[in-house]
């Protein structure tokens, strides 16, 4: 089992950056593909990035590709989300969460989530 906690969320302005960072507990961390997601308020779910439990392979949304960047230290058993020029519509509530799969786009393949940090971009 893993658990997740996500930090680094906060108010930024438009065209500014963040990285979040979502620390896992347990020795099995490098087994697990990750992922971001974020919810704004009234939207649906939506995937954010991915990434294999080796960190060989990414995806990136198709609205998000330039921008933002995941990464992971297994030593560490952090991963991370570097988001740049940030937009008024990446508000959101953003969470990662761990797959057993080789690596996955959809929430619902995801069987380990963090509690959520809110970014809120400012116009």
């Known amino acids: 089992q893993v658990q997740l906690v996500e930090s680094g969320g906060g108010l930024v302005q438009a065209g500014g950056s963040l990285r979040l960072s979502c620390a896992a507990s347990?020795?099995?961390?490098?087994?697990?593909?990750m992922g971001w997601f974020r919810q704004a308020p009234g939207k649906e779910r939506e995937f954010v990035a991915a990434i294999r439990w080796s960190g060989s392979t990414t995806y990136v949304g198709d609205f998000l590709r330039g921008r933002f960047t995941i990464s992971r230290d297994n030593a560490n058993n952090t991963v991370y989300l570097q988001m740049n020029s940030l937009k008024p519509e990446d508000t959101a509530d953003y969470y990662c969460?761990?797959?057993?799969?080789?690596?996955?786009?959809?929430?619902?393949?995801?069987?380990?989530w963090g509690q959520g940090t809110q970014v809120t971009v400012s116009s």
């Open positions: 347990g020795r099995t961390f490098s087994r697990y593909a």
């Open positions: 969460a761990a797959t057993n799969r080789p690596v996955s786009i959809r929430w619902t393949e995801y069987d380990y």
